[in-house]
C-alpha cells in the first residue's frame, strides 16, 4: 500500500492528464492483484467500508477525547478523518515520552498505567520601562 500512496501523492501534484494517465498505467501494470483491484476501487469511488461511517468514528473519538475540544477542532479542521487523525491519543506504552508537554505516565499500585501532569510555572512578562524613566511629573 505504499506505493498506492505514493501513486496518490504523484497523481495530486502531476497538473497534465495525459502524465496522470501515465502514472496510473504504471501503476497497474506493475501491481499485482489484490492490491490492484484495492487501488481500482479506490480511485473510482467504488471502495467502500461497511462498519466504518461517521457516526462510529465520531463516537470512538468523543470517547477518547473531550467531547467539546473535538468538537471545535472539528469545526476548525472541517474534515472528521483529519480531525480525528490529528486527536487519536497515542498508546499508553509504559517508559515512552506522552505527546503531551510536562506529561509523565508511570504504573498505579494496580498495574494500571496512570498519566500524571507536572505543573510547569508559567511566568508573566514584566512590561518594558520606558525609555524616559516612566512615572507622571
Known sequence: MNRFAELLDRLAYEPGRN???RLMADYFRSTADPERGW???ALTGALSFPHAKAGLIRSLIV???DPVLFELSY??????SETVALMWP???VQGTP???VGEVRGEGSGGEVKASTIAIPLTTPTPNPSPQGGGKR
Not at 75 to 80: A, I, K, N, R, S
Open 75 to 80: 469545526d476548525y479542521v472541517g474534515d472528521l
Open 19 to 21: 502524465n496522470k494517465l
Open 90 to 92: 497515542a498508546p499508553l
Open 63 to 65: 470517547e477518547r477525547a
Open 39 to 41: 487501488a481500482l476501487a
Open 98 to 100: 506522552s505527546p503531551l
